[in-house]
């Protein structure tokens, strides 16, 4: 299946999906699960951390059910720091709502995980997030604890240290939205 | 005045010098008790679930600003890792213990954080500043909004465990500015908002 189907336009009649996320487990991909499932285990499962909440309103729906699907794919709670949001730099794309902090993986917080746990943890995350995007809105810019990445320009060592050293307390994923020039 | 009242009036004042000096005494105890605590805390060289107990547990001291002191303590060495940036390798526990102060925490580590006194914990065989076991601890829990993702030239950022006294100045600076702007995150494990709300909300999130 197409895992950039949207939910809400496709359901699937049989619920086929992954038994343990809540499926009736006749297939092992969560892209299969219909939205029913997905919302469910979304409540469940995923954790706004963001002190005085954020704005998930306009947060890039690709985005989103990537967030969701890898939670779903990995068996994990994820706990969401930032999304919709002003005061975050321009190029983050927080304010457009194109990008999605996360800080904790099973109520756990990055920063409260030694180093080597938290660059492997969140790299896994971050991974499987991106897997779930489609090709035309893949991440522009991939900060974890322990990796940097972006598109947009080269990078030098000292902006990846510094990057890195800003992000030791979550993942920071932003899409350039469909349509964009990548 | 008759005889009884006079007996009694003596006996009130005997009886209250008698307490004031029970307590003068038993406050010098205490006192006395506190000051060895803080010899032997001081003495000590702490590993970090020691120094988070302790503080935990209520010392004489301001348990926050405990834990301040107690980075200076705390045995270790900074090491390059394969990303290029700097692992402790060390009992990280006293690290994560400033997190429970939230905002508090945040405001004692960027105090602390221009301190180029040498902490116990080492780099390449020397002694970090004090102000990087607080910037350590800092970046574990908080980080400015509007650099996070373009950090540039902003100085809040130490490339390594080996700042200089301007370097430590200046990014104690560059974080005083983003608490006197409220333009930092703490980052939470606790939940702040109901996902349920907007997952559901028709016309959100999956339409």
Redesign the interface.
Known sequence: MDPTR???SYSDPFGLCPEDVGGDGKTDKVTDCP?EV??KW??SH?????????D??G?D?DL?NAVVWASMELRVSL?I??AKEG???I??RHAVGG?VDI??VN??????M???IA?NVSGVVARTISSFLPENNKPI?I?TP??AFRTTRPMT??????????????I?I?VPGRGAQQ | MNHTSIAAALFIIVLSGTLVAGCREARSVASQEEADLQREFERAPLDGSDAAASAIAGSPQDPLALLVDSLAKIPGEFESNSVGTFSFRGDETLFNAFYQYADSAVVALVECLGNSSPARATYEGRPVPIGYMCYSALIRMAYPTAFEDSPGDWPGVLLNPAPSADELRAAQRAWEEVIAQDAYRIAFDQAFQDVSRVALGVGGRWS
């Open positions: 949207n939910p809400l939205r997905m919302e979304a409540t995923i954790t706004i951390t963001a002190r005085g909440g954020t998930f309103d947060i729906p989103w706990g720091s930032g005061g975050h730099s190029e983050g990008a800080n904790t109520g756990v917080r990055f920063g409260a030694p180093f080597d660059a810019m900060y322990g990796s060592a000292e902006q990846r240290a510094k990057l890195l050293q800003m992000h030791r307390t979550h920071h932003t």
